[in-house]
Nanobody, 121 residues
Framework: QVQLVESGGGLVQPGGSLRLSCAASGSILSINAMGWYRQAPGNQRELVASITRGGSTNYADSVKGRFTISRDNAKKTVYLQMNSLKPEDTAVYYC???????????????WGQGTQVTVSS
């Protein structure tokens, strides 16, 4: 079984910063991509940022230059540093990993439970 535990969400004023963390645990052989998605009320879940095992990153246009994704492979943890936050960043943020549990198993998707980020004055 694979568990993803997220932390770091909360309420912040516009222009402020937050850092999200997501730690994976359980029976994991290897983790390929790690990433963050978000879903605002009435909207579909969308990719915010992703990072490969080798460190290549991808960002949504709306967060480029403000958010930074990073990972610690030894700790099986992915981070999202969010700066210059805007009210439109308000959403539930979900951690995602693509991981392999055994040598013969395929690569599967796993999701965190979500953490609320609210940007408001």
């Amino acid at each position: 079984q694979v568990q993803l535990v997220e932390s770091g969400g909360g309420l912040v004023q516009p222009g402020g910063s937050l850092r999200l963390s997501c730690a994976a645990s359980g029976s994991i052989l290897s983790i390929n991509a790690m990433g963050w998605y978000r879903q605002a009320p009435g909207n579909q879940r969308e990719l915010v940022a992703s990072i490969t095992r080798g460190g290549s990153t991808n960002y949504a246009d709306s967060v480029k230059g403000r958010f930074t994704i990073s990972r610690d492979n030894a700790k099986k943890t992915v981070y999202l540093q969010m700066n210059s936050l805007k009210p439109e960043d308000t959403a539930v943020y979900y951690c995602h990993i693509a991981a392999q549990r055994t040598v013969v198993a395929g690569i599967l998707s796993y999701w965190g439970q979500g953490t609320q980020v609210t940007v408001s004055s």
